[in-house]
């Protein structure tokens, strides 16, 4: 891990260059800068996004423009964790135990949203779900291919337990890599692409595991 | 464009394109949109447990229900579904192994044919009706008021075991019957007799682990035969070092002949005249002391030399004196025999004289224990065979019900076709069939109450073979039920109780209430450590087996009056050999897709029926792999392709069990052939088995293989010089490896 540490400690990481194109046999030097130059051309306009507010770590590159999803219950990310300040992990509880981050239980809403603003029409909505022992039928925002094996569990480990350096009062900025700014939302709307390409430049950039079997199995 | 059209230059053009993609997705412009958002539902929780984590599977303890041996079971469940299934190593019965049926259970549960609401035969049509309705006409037809006496209502199922049997026979008494009727056609029917009639004891335990020889006349006991996975953990114990011998005699070669280190093809039926003959070598070479057996079995064994038996049986005089030596050597030994020795008019016999040689032997108490003793006789597992079938058909003969219940058993496919079961059916007035799936026997029936699967249902079972240390197996749901207009059998026979004796039942609102209420009533011994009914309960959730103590008992070695007889080959030219397998058994798990796609071991045919043959004998009927072959009896004809294979003996034709089913959904349904419909209905002259291996057959080529191809794994039998099994003749073992 130190040696990861010391590679991804600076925001100077380019991920596109560090395909190590040189040793790829059969490709001359020449044909070797080549490609060094047409990638570092073509990525030039997303390096600024390439730092990262998450030391030891670069995050994943591109954006999706998501439709708008209508949920049963408008609920709003923007207050429970930007104004409040709540955790993300307070809620999506399983995501550092599972490869699921998972939906809160109602019966987690409720420990709160019994006392805490109970005359909102929301909360009301909500109330109505919980008397009628029934929770509400959520709308998948993301998902993945059922052949892709992805975990929540190992990428928090990675980055935000094992990540000194990262409070983990700040973990949104980890969720942030594939999930978006979902602090500024109010239900979520998916703004990373989720492709294949996309985890492999995370996984390049940040030394994560290579084999094809890590995801497909 | 197909590859060899493609010129070089468009080659050139769309290796071009790709690398331009190539390029474009390493900066992460997003080329595919991967899953639709807001397509899929997802539901969390209201209030879960604490130790539910979304994502991670919480294992649970239950109970096997696929066959009568009662194998403990693990079930993986992660959101409110059950994934996956493993033996649980707390149940010594499987110790922690499942076979094939075990783990394709899943896939009776998700069937996409199971009956999802109770139905009712109206103008010759089933339709679907509440639970409701289906409870009413049950109390018009089968309560106290439908006026009918005892003696006319009728149970057929499958192996019963644990509160299940103690249910269904409070009813049977509750009524006054006594017609229930166990039919399993793959059973150990005509062994059990044998084993009550010459070691006081039906069901033995057999300790495969302590022989150091095994003869085996045709029991399968790795695959079909008894309890296979108690007998596979034994066998590997049998085979540790010191290493046991196997030898395996039997006309078509099982997957425990296939393990054998000695094969022998045995003409069908003569397997009693191989035992005595085997008898007579001990007696003849290595001395054993036969005075003591009845006069008239010394008679017999002396009637059978090796040279005679030789002619008779088929096998070499030189491989019958190796595995007399063999037997003669290696203390203790055990001769068991299975269904071909079995199915024959003097069925008995044959088996009696393998019995023989175990008590010549001196087997009996060492590696043939007695199996009594378990403490509740009345949740002991009740199994039967094919007599039952018989006994069955005889009573509708005579129009002696009104009502039968089915449950667990589908007769009307197990049953030869020269019994006529479906015309007899149409006689009783009203059948009632507790099922998972519309087979052809709920066909018949006038309604049709869909059951809970084996991992959404309550229940106890007891193995039909107890390990020493004897066990009650618990089964609990894993799940919710799929379908909510289902009912547990437990639950189904409690309302039927209910309509009889309800005072005494009232009590319980469900199975479970009458469970939770038998377990405490269970003696106190066996609740040491439990500090309470309810803590003595969750234990046994938790672990999926109490146990109850060793059993005690010991057997005697008396040898019954038998004659064997010698296999007399009369009318047509070869014998049907009926051969179960361990993937679709009876045709139970014909239904059940992983295994119908899992090879046979031997032939390696999926999805369809064949007709094994020995090389000679396909060189006879002019007939090669894949041609299609009629099977004619005299009651029948079944058409299937011809699979040549050198484990046969050349006067039998095997064709597998478990296809040719009329019904019984999607997968099942008009897939190969179902021999047994074409068996002749003689019966074993002892016990009134079906004699299921005498059926004589004329086998006759009727085509070319044209595009209609026997699919199977594995295109060649050779090796064709890979070297899969690698081999080393004796002199260069002795050279390289061998002592000095």
Known sequence: MSGIRQLFSGRWSFPGVRIPVGERAGLSSTAGFLALVVALFACAPLAAQAGSTVPNAVPPEGTYSGKDVPQPIEFPHDIHAKINGINCMYCHTYARRSKVAGIPPTSKCMGC?????????????????????????????HDLPDFVHFTHEKHIKRFVFDNPELPVEQVSEVCAFCHGDIKDMTVAKKQKPLTMG???SCHEANNGPFDCWKCHK | MSLDKMKRREFLKVLGWGGVGTTLAGCDMPTTVTVQEGEEEVVAYLAPEEYVIPGIGVWYATTCAQCGSGCGVHGRVREGRVLKLEGNPDSQVNRGKLCQAGQASLQAHYNPDRITAPRVRRNGQLETIGWDQALALLEEKVGPSSGLAGERFAWVTDTVSGHQAVLL????????????????????????????????????????????????????????????????????????????????????????????????????????????????????????????????????????????????????????????????????????????????????????????LNIVLGNVGKTLESGAGFPFPQLAAKTGGNRELLD??????????????????????????????????????????????????????????????????????????????????????????????????????????????????????????????????????????AISD???????????????????????????AFTVAEPADQGRPYTLVPSA?????????????????????????????????????????????????????????????????????????????????????????????????????????????LAHHATRVQVTRIADKVGDKLV???????????KLVATVTADVYARTEGEA
Not at chain 2, 713 to 718: F, H, T
């Open chain 1, 113 to 141: 949203h019994s006392v805490i603003a109970t005359d909102k029409p929301r909360i009301k909505q909500l109330t109505e779900y919980w008397e009628k022992r029934e929770p509400p039928h959520w709308l998948k925002v």
């Open chain 2, 169 to 356: 026979k409070a009813w049977m008494e509750a009524v006054g019957s006594r017609h229930h009727y166990v039919h399993e056609a793959v059973n150990d029917a005509v062994w059990r007799a044998v084993c009550r009639d010459m070691l006081g004891d039906e069901n033995p335990r057999l300790r495969i682990d302590k022989a150091r020889v095994i003869l085996s006349f045709g029991a399968d006991f790795l695959s079909t035969w008894g309890s296979t996975v108690q007998n596979s953990a034994r066998y590997a114990e049998f085979r540790t070092a010191p290493r046991g011998v196997l030898v395996q005699a039997e006309p078509k070669m099982t997957v425990t002949g296939a393990n054998a280190d000695l094969w022998v093809p045995v003409r069908p039926g003569a397997e009693g005249v191989l035992a005595l003959a085997i008898a007579n070598r001990l007696a003849a070479e290595h001395g054993r002391d036969l005075s003591k057996l009845p006069a008239d079995v010394q008679q017999q064994v002396r009637a059978y030399d090796i040279d005679k038996a030789a002619r008779i049986t088929g096998v070499s005089a030189e491989h019958i004196a190796r595995i007399a030596a063999l037997l003669n050597e290696r203390a203790p030994s055990l001769v068991l025999a299975g269904t071909p020795a079995e199915g024959h008019a003097r069925g008995y016999d044959n088996v009696a004289a393998a019995m023989l």
């Open chain 2, 581 to 689: 397998g361990a993937n679709l058994h009876d045709g139970r798990y014909a239904n059940l897709p992983w295994l119908q796609e899992l090879p046979d071991p031997i032939s390696k045919v999926v999805w369809d029926s064949w007709a094994e043959m020995h090389p000679i004998t396909a060189a006879k009927i002019g007939a090669k792999t894949g041609d299609r072959v009629r099977i004619e009896s005299d009651h029948g004809a079944i058409e299937a392709k011809v699979y040549i294979y050198k484990g046969m003996h050349p006067d039998a034709i095997a064709v597998p069990l478990g296809q040719g089913h009329e019904a019984y959904g999607r997968y099942a349904q008009g897939r190969g052939v179902n021999p047994l419909k074409i068996l002749g209905l003689a019966t074993e002259t002892k016990t009134g088995e």
């Open chain 2, 534 to 560: 309810q803590q003595f309960w969750t234990r046994a959730v938790q672990k999926g087996v109490i146990e109850v103590g060793a059993g005690s008992g010991s057997l005697t070695a008396r040898v019954a």
């Open chain 2, 392 to 529: 069955f058909a005889a009573a509708l003969e005579s129009k002696s019900f009104d009502v039968v219940f089915f449950k667990g058993a589908n007769p009307v496919y197990t049953a030869p076709e020269a019994l006529k079961l479906k015309e007899k059916l149409a006689g009783v007035p009203f059948k009632v069939a507790f099922t998972q799936f519309e087979d052809e026997t709920a066909q018949q029936a006038d309604l049709v109450l869909p059951l809970r699967s084996m991992l959404e249902d309550w229940g106890t079972h007891v193995p039909t073979a107890q390990p020493e240390q004897m066990l009650i197996s618990l089964q609990q749901p894993l799940m919710e039920p799929l379908y909510p207009e289902t009912r547990g059998f437990g639950d189904a026979l409690l309302a039927l109780l209910k309509l009889r004796k309800a005072p005494q039942y009232a009590a319980y609102d469900d199975y479970y209430a009458y469970l939770r209420n038998a377990f405490a009533a269970l003696p106190a011994t066996l609740k040491q450590g």
């Open chain 2, 712 to 722: 199977k794994l594995g295109g060649s039998e050779a090796q064709l010089g890979r």
């Open chain 1, 198 to 200: 996309f985890c492999r």
